[in-house]
């Protein structure tokens, strides 16, 4: 199973350890826990040849809040048979939820990846949309190597830890914060950046920037060797624009290592 997991492993992604594919297989992960709690405790299908050789692996469970099915994560080397045989399986095996949804949230096995990466899995999203899942575009899913010397650092920030796993870098100009940034403490060398912000008075002053070189030197000094980052940039001219984000970190050395869609079948 672990082979199969680390052959689909993204830029930015740590290998999956035995650890994470316990977590996984229990139900439980880092992220997105409180989804995880909703739902029934997964059941595990493997896919193996007539000699014995495991080809795929899929896990599915049900959430009795809305009576929906889930399909959780699905491995096979992107070997379009095995895929089709392990979702026929999941459809068979819930064919009594009218909703089934794929790839909605986090698992123990990656480090905040939400959703499928549709460019670096192309045969999984493909057989999801023959089989009827509708696809819905929700992430950009990016990365760079660090240290990021090549950005500018605010003067004077302050950081706190709310969590263990979390720290919140503030700019404070007299009693008001001008800017907000929250990262995770790094796994296997990787950080996530999972917020930054700045007030409008604070907008086109630079402060955007220097907060993000500040909080991905303290990603630096917290052992990170490279940070991943999620853009919700999937409503455009609405509330959750994210244009001058995805412009800062454009232009900041960040690369789009892939889009996540999430899938909904109705039948």
């Known amino acids: 199973m672990l082979e199969l997991v680390n052959a689909d492993r993204l830029p930015g992604q740590p290998v999956a350890t035995a650890a994470m594919l316990g977590e996984a297989l229990a139900g439980r992960s880092p992220v ?30 049900t959430r009795s809040r809305d009576g929906a099915g889930v399909l959780l994560w699905l491995h096979a080397r992107e070997d379009r048979t095995t895929i089709d045989v392990l979702l026929q399986h999941v459809l068979d095996e819930l064919r009594e939820h009218r909703v089934v949804e794929a790839f909605s949230f986090a698992t123990a096995l990656g480090l905040g990846l939400e959703a499928l990466p549709v460019r670096h899995r192309p045969v999984t999203a493909a057989a999801l949309v023959e089989a009827g899942f509708v696809g819905t575009d929700l992430w950009r899913y990016m990365g760079r190597r660090l240290p990021a010397d090549d950005l500018p650092q605010v003067p ?51 402060v955007g920037r220097a907060l993000l070189g500040s909080a991905l030197q303290l990603l630096t000094e917290l052992g990170a060797a490279d940070v991943i980052l999620f853009v919700d940039d999937d409503e455009p001219g609405g509330e959750r624009d994210r244009t001058a984000a995805n412009r800062l970190y454009d232009a900041s050395g960040f690369i789009e290592y892939d889009r996540l869609y999430s899938y909904r079948l109705e039948r």
């Open 156 to 206: 004077e920030v302050r950081i706190e830890a709310p969590e263990p796993d979390v720290r919140e870098l503030t700019v404070v100009d007299g009693d008001r914060a001008l800017g907000q940034a929250t990262v995770g403490v790094p796994v296997f060398g990787i950080g996530v950046l999972w917020w930054i912000s700045s007030e409008p008075e604070a907008r086109g002053r630079g």
């Open 32 to 61: 997105d826990s409180s989804w995880w709690e909703e739902l029934a405790a997964p059941r595990t299908a493997v896919a193996a040849t007539s000699d014995g050789e495991v080809v795929g692996v899929v896990s599915f469970s």
